[in-house]
């Protein structure tokens, strides 16, 4: 896909996904549908089906809102924690 943060990267409480299934989380996150997943993977559309409701019952969620909430909660923390850079000239 892209050299973008995965949801592992940003939420790594959470436990770990097999590689298909974390594949299928990436594109749902990227705002795939499932059709548009199952012809580009090139699986069935009822494998990646089965593939979403794993991962909604593996983060406790209940829709991909549900799941994109956990996902942008977990980039807002990330950059929370990462330390600032002080402008130039700026003083401490």
Same mark, same amino acid.
């Given at each position: 896909?892209?050299?973008?943060?995965?949801? =592992?990267?940003?939420?790594?409480?959470?436990?770990?996904?097999?590689?298909?299934? =974390?594949?299928?989380?990436?594109?749902?996150?990227?705002?795939?549908?499932?059709?548009?997943?199952?012809?580009?993977?090139?699986?069935? =559309?009822?494998?990646?089906?089965?593939?979403?409701?794993?991962?909604?019952?593996?983060?406790?969620?209940?829709?991909?809102?549900?799941?994109?909430?956990?996902?942008?909660?977990?980039?807002?923390?990330?950059?929370?924690? =990462?330390?600032?850079?002080?402008?130039?000239?700026?003083?401490?």
């Amino acid at each position: 896909m892209s050299d973008a943060p995965t949801f =592992r990267d940003i939420r790594p409480e959470l436990p770990p996904l097999s590689p298909r299934h =974390r594949s299928t989380l990436e594109r749902l996150l990227a705002g795939m549908s499932e059709k548009q997943i199952a012809t580009d993977v090139g699986i069935s =559309r009822h494998t990646v089906h089965t593939y979403v409701k794993e991962i909604y019952v593996r983060y406790a969620v209940n829709s991909r809102s549900e799941l994109m909430a956990l996902w942008i909660r977990g980039v807002t923390s990330a950059a929370a924690k =990462r330390p600032t850079r002080r402008a130039c000239g700026s003083k401490a």
